[in-house]
């Protein structure tokens, strides 16, 4: 089959029609990964026996003549770090090089019981730890489009599989644009839910009130069939909500006509590369045409967001991270002479520079005499930014915004300057601490041939909307 084209209907149908097998496809997608990735990197661990046995479930539920489910026998990719039950997971760490779950996260459990086929983990920023997928623990992610580019992180390595035709589709995390800011670097289309619309249950944790679980697709329709079939209450997730879910792809094809889309001074301002300003204008124009109304909102602490959101997530990430201690299914050091010697000699081994950097940071915005002036005016901070989208969005339907401020930028480029790196997501972060839901779709190329992403976003639980509107663009552009 043709792998560049190849969506989650054509996949399912061309399985259900008997015109392939489940099992063909999956090792179809295997002999991709065997041929690509050795330069790509985008895959930790494969999972060949799960998929296969799926993938004969399938074959066998085609055989027989019963109607597949919506995903029967799509090959996809899982982020690694979500669980799955006796396949590795690491989290991009040396910490965790050797932990095998005894149990699924919940979206890759409701994404099996869709027929998905699982074909491994995905690679990623050391902790969900980054934006260019350089802190892997065991070795950095390419670009697809350009090998000597980085293909954005934490996601990584689920964008490159998507945009290399490793994968149909691939759940990533996003807690500060980990999800649609690779989208944009690799020319694919990635949605955060809002906070709350999908289970985080046996996601590892790095800032959990800012985690996110999200398809990373080639389509917008593709991202809505995986939001439907992930999202949901989970009495496994307390923070999961009990909302109802309606059917995404459904929705897709209504009208944009008449819809009113915000558009903030203060994510087109200092910073922001030229061609990525022209292309996002670009766009915009693009909506306009469709019948769309463009109405100007402000945003006024956007410039506040960057340093709002690493002082939060540092913060949680220290406290979650803390359970990481070679006493229980972490990396043990060897050669300790006492426990605390032990605690030291295991975490300075197992985590590296970025991951250690953010624990340190986190530690001491939370430690006596410092919570007050800085963790507590986070949140503080962090409601006015709340705010802000509520009062944009009594007078919008969505907000239309760059989602990266350039194209994908060189390996090593900012590796030696952790500022320029953080200033990478100024786009995504507000979303984030808002709770909001959000979607990065493709919207042109740089003159390199660098794709350049769109994002959009919505109010709360409005992920129907958003992908009303990127779809709607998508097919026009």
């Known amino acids: 089959m043709d792998l560049n084209n190849l969506t989650i209907e054509a996949a399912r149908s061309a399985v259900q029609d008997r015109t392939t097998t489940a099992v063909a496809l999956a090792e179809e997608h295997y002999a991709r990964i065997q041929k690509e990735d050795g330069q790509i990197g985008a895959f930790l661990t494969l999972s060949k026996e799960r998929a296969l046995e799926q993938a004969d479930r399938m074959d066998f539920m085609a055989a027989e003549g019963k109607p597949l489910p919506p995903l029967g026998g799509v090959p996809v990719g ?52 980054g934006s260019s997928n350089e802190n892997s623990a065991f070795r950095p992610v390419r670009n697809p489009r350009d090998l000597n580019r980085v293909p954005g992180g934490s996601s990584g390595g689920s964008a490159a599989a998507v945009a290399a035709d490793m994968a149909v589709v691939t759940l990533g995390s996003d807690t500060g644009g980990s999800v649609r800011q690779p989208a944009s670097f690799c020319g694919v289309v990635g949605l955060m839910p809002t906070y709350g619309r999908v289970s985080r249950y046996g996601l590892i944790a790095f800032a959990s009130s800012l985690d996110h679980i999200g398809p990373l697709a080639k389509t917008v329709k593709d991202a809505a069939i995986v939001l439907r079939t992930i999202a949901g209450r989970d009495p496994m997730d307390s923070t999961s909500a009990d909302v ?106 197992g985590f590296g520079a970025e991951v250690k950097r953010r624990i340190m940071l986190g530690t001491y915005a939370l430690s006596a005499g410092y919570y007050d002036a800085y963790y507590l005016k986070a949140q503080k901070v962090r409601t006015l930014l709340t705010r802000d989208f509520d009062e944009a969005f009594r007078k919008v339907d969505a907000i239309v915004t760059p989602t990266s401020p350039t194209a994908a930028f060189r390996l090593g480029e900012k590796s030696n300057d952790p500022l320029a790196m953080y200033l990478a997501d100024i786009y995504t972060v507000t979303a984030s601490l808002a709770g909001i839901p959000g979607i990065s779709v493709p919207c042109g190329e740089t003159r390199e041939k660098l794709p350049i992403g769109l994002q959009i976003l919505g109010k709360h639980f409005g992920e129907a909307t958003i992908l009303r509107v990127a779809h709607a663009y998508e097919q026009a552009a």
């Open 244 to 349: 109802p879910v309606p059917d995404y792809v459904a929705e897709l094809d209504k009208p944009v006509r008449g819809l009113k889309l915000g558009v903030a001074k203060e994510y087109f301002g200092e910073g922001l590369d030229d061609e990525v300003r022209h292309a996002v204008e670009g766009a915009i124009d693009k909506f306009n045409s469709l019948g769309c109304e463009i109405v100007p909102v402000s945003l006024p602490h956007t410039p506040y967001a960057v340093p709002t959101y690493y002082l939060i997530a540092t913060a949680e990430a220290s406290s979650n991270l803390a359970r990481y201690d070679g006493v229980r299914y972490s990396h043990r050091a060897r050669g300790a002479k006492t426990l605390s010697d032990m605690y030291r000699r295991s975490r300075d081994q």
């Open 78 to 129: 899982i982020k690694d770090v979500m669980s799955t039950r006796g396949v590795r997971t690491t989290a991009g760490s040396k910490i965790l090089d050797k932990y095998v779950p005894p149990c699924d996260c919940t979206a890759v459990t409701r994404m099996e019981a869709a027929g998905a086929v699982v074909l491994g983990k995905m690679n990623c920023d050391e902790f969900a730890m």
